[in-house]
């Protein structure tokens, strides 16, 4: 299995691709959020990621404490059984994926299947914050993988930024809100002017927080990621037991008011900051790893303040890169899959293929790049548009709308230029706002504006487009 | 080479550790902008790189046009020539690092690299654009990587996110501000009021726009990276011939300023989004992709709206992630260097070390974590601090400021909190906002003042976390 780097590098040898691989076989252990989805995204997205992996994946047992439901989410053709250990270890599986949550049984699950030479793969925060030191150096020991991406920010690929997108730099911080209920409990505290309780109850109500959520509320959920996140970014091991730990429980919403009138919000934010002897900023001197989880003030026009309700946003700052930072969904089902099973593509690109060719070029193998994926004409695409439509007379507002739905262009909206934008005794300006219309519709009815006599000049569009998110 | 999956899956056997292995040797081709940051980096962070990579990485031969510039950059170990073929095939190297820019000769020195058996790393957005279909065949061809994170985003890992992180997902669209120039043109036009030349001019002034922009401007840059993100995103060959680009020339501030009375911004956006027949937004059946950079309206209160100045943001829709956001410098020396090193040591891991432990599971190898790196405790960390003291007078904000000064607490800011935020007839609230000082030092003070006679009640303080970025 070892190669002599010199060889290799001189005289690359291609081999035969990956598509002529056997599947990678996955072990389950738990079918409930986290295993239901992956198995589903898996189901639903197939073909797809055997053509990002170069080998199909395939979940072949499942261990469930329940095996009636278990059989109603992963059908007939996937083994079934009550024993954990028996997934683990399983002659049949490459890589267990341990879903089940907690963390006293889930560690002696994870070193069960280290020991018998299984990749694991898991999203449970716990076991690796508390347990991960233990866990990872089995693994070393075994030669596997453990991967973990979505235990940090679920569907956010936090974990490789910064373990393999950001290995240039030296990390100064990082700094985040990495849990989604928190922060959605302190967007409703700012937004609706409600207390803690009262937000807890809406979070709670909604799905948002767990009818027990303490390891929410108290910020060892973040704890736990914020963890994670300074052992791969300083080269530490995992010091859970030493965070500095509080949760949003206190938090009066006067506060949250007061820091408003200041120019700030409040933020549960996990920081793991690097100090250094004379630095600067630490007078006394310390030396070593801020890591603390916190309700804090930042300012009301950072990009952080901007991540509202469920959300998660993490920032690394580096020496080399500056500032990056990272958006997405805190929690959810697929979400959390979404990680999982990009975890499980790299353990399938682990083996097999020509080693330079385990991360395609364009992120698919070669045979599920899809030659006849054409790029649509400019006339054929629909987004919204906004159109202005300089007007000799203001009161042609209407007619322009008028005008504009008879040529097929679904008008959203139709007003006029505020005039304190215009220079004084200028032409007046109709904004129109459409529905989403082929530009195609836009560019003709655009064109023959020109030629209307109540139209001043130059119709002005361009597109609107109303991203997610 | 290629190994038996099988075998290897069911008995890993564990081999000898990355750092027996000999350093990865690049040659590199110019030593501009991009060379001499990557060059700058490497020696910086020469001894945290090689724990990451498992092995050092060095730099052996550079060409240059003016070797008396470059040994100014590199020193004298580095053999230093005029010829780039000569490093693209120079015996001594393994991965060639491309930083001269431009398409023609940089397309003959690549593939004669690639021919040769070198691993390729370039930051080349319009070299890979326009011939990159033809350089990733010849690469997989010849077993080797070409590695391009630079060459989209710099700083900003959306290459690795999309081709690893988010491989699970169906990616219905990616859209994104991946023009550092045009950003910061359009940020100066909105929020100063000028228009498009006087906002260029100024760009020029601070070094954000080149002499000649027209790349930048008419957003043939953007093209470029919209053709890379969407050949990741759906499977597809680069098609930058199709794009249709429009830049920011014939943009008035007029639109500027009406975009934002309708409650939008424009932004210059790539967008590449997956039509498929029958998803009912293209009425008219079209199944394609939409690739495109053009102005766009976007609603002033979404995310992106928010990326200012010369930075980045890219937005991913997969069907299971949701939504995901990457942000950061668009452009810079350092940055891009940040990108080159990056893929430099996805290099590195692909050989010689045992497969699963070729990414190490917390971002270093073994050898390389600081087991002495220890959590500094509460009273050690410095930051600002948001204190809210209740007094029974309001007259008293002055005395409450003088105080806390007395306790060596640096009061940056004190005043009351305005009375609407308050019950009527309630307590007066002295807000203050401190300087960077120990919490130690906050934790006595606001001690003492519990049992000062001014103060009404309990004092509460939160930490205020000035983030850059």
């Known amino acids: 299995m070892f190669r002599d780097p010199v060889q290799s590098l001189e005289a690359p040898s291609f081999q035969p691709t990956a598509e002529a691989l056997r599947p990678l076989r996955v072990g389950m252990i738990g079918i409930g959020t986290v295993g239901a989805g992956t198995f589903r995204v898996l189901a639903r997205n197939q073909a797809l990621i055997a053509g990002r992996a170069g080998r199909g994946i395939e979940v072949v047992v499942v261990a469930a ?45 994870v070193l069960a299947a280290i020991r018998a030479g299984k990749h694991v793969v898991t999203a ?16 070393r020991q075994h030669g596997v993988a453990v991967a973990y991406e979505g235990a940090v920010a679920v569907s956010i690929p936090i974990v490789k ?64 990621k914020i963890t994670l996140l300074a052992a791969n970014a300083f080269g530490m091991p995992l010091r859970f037991a030493d965070a500095q730990v509080e949760g949003i429980t206190a938090l009066q919403g006067l506060d949250v008011v007061c820091a408003e009138q200041l120019g700030f919000r409040i933020k549960l934010l996990g920081v793991a900051r690097r100090r250094e002897h004379g630095d600067g900023v630490n007078g006394d001197g310390a030396d070593g790893v801020e890591l603390r989880v916190q309700p804090a003030l930042i300012p009301a026009t950072h990009l ?17 890169s500056g500032v990056t930072m990272y958006y997405g969904a805190g929690a959810g089902s697929e979400q959390t899959a979404s990680a999982v099973i990009a975890d499980l593509v790299d353990v399938a690109r682990l083996h097999g293929t020509h080693a330079a060719q385990r991360v395609p070029h364009l992120g698919f193998h070669a045979p599920a790049i899809h030659d006849h994926l054409a790029v649509l004409p400019r006339a054929a695409v629909h987004t919204r548009h906004y159109l202005r439509v300089p007007v000799h007379q203001a009161q042609q507002v ?15 909206k ?17 904004l129109v706002l459409t529905d989403a219309v082929a530009q195609a519709t836009v560019d003709l009815a655009v064109h023959a504006l020109g030629a209307h006599p109540a139209v001043a000049g130059p119709v002005v569009s361009l597109r609107v487009e109303m991203l997610e998110g």
């Not at 009636?68 to 053709?77: F, H, L, M, N, Q």
């Not at 322009?400 to 097929?408: E, K, Y």
């Open 65 to 109: 404490r329940n095996l009636a439901r278990a059989v109603s989410v992963v059908g007939k053709d996937v083994a079934l059984t009550n024993d954990p250990l028996q997934v683990a270890t399983h002659p049949d599986v490459d890589v267990l994926v341990e879903a089940a949550g907690g963390t006293g049984p889930a560690r002696e699950w």
């Open 124 to 139: 449970n925060k716990a076991l690796l914050a508390e347990h991960g030191n233990e866990i990872f150096a089995a693994a």
């Open 161 to 224: 930024a910064l373990r393999e997108g950001l290995t240039a730099n030296r990390i100064e911080w990082v700094a985040g809100i990495i849990n989604g209920t928190t922060n959605f409990i302190l967007s409703k505290m700012r937004d609706e002017g409600v207390g803690f309780a009262q937000a807890l109850a809406q979070a709670q109500a909604l799905g948002y927080a767990e009818a027990d959520p303490t390891f929410d509320i108290e910020g060892i959920d973040a704890a736990h």
């Open 304 to 320: 952080l303040a901007h991540v509202n309700g469920s959300m998660n946003g993490i920032m690394v700052k580096g020496d080399a």
């Open 398 to 412: 209407e007619a322009v709308g008028a005008w504009l739905a008879a040529q097929h262009v679904p008008v959203a």
């Open 414 to 430: 139709v007003q006029l230029a505020c005039a304190q934008h215009l220079p004084a005794g200028g032409t007046p300006q109709v």
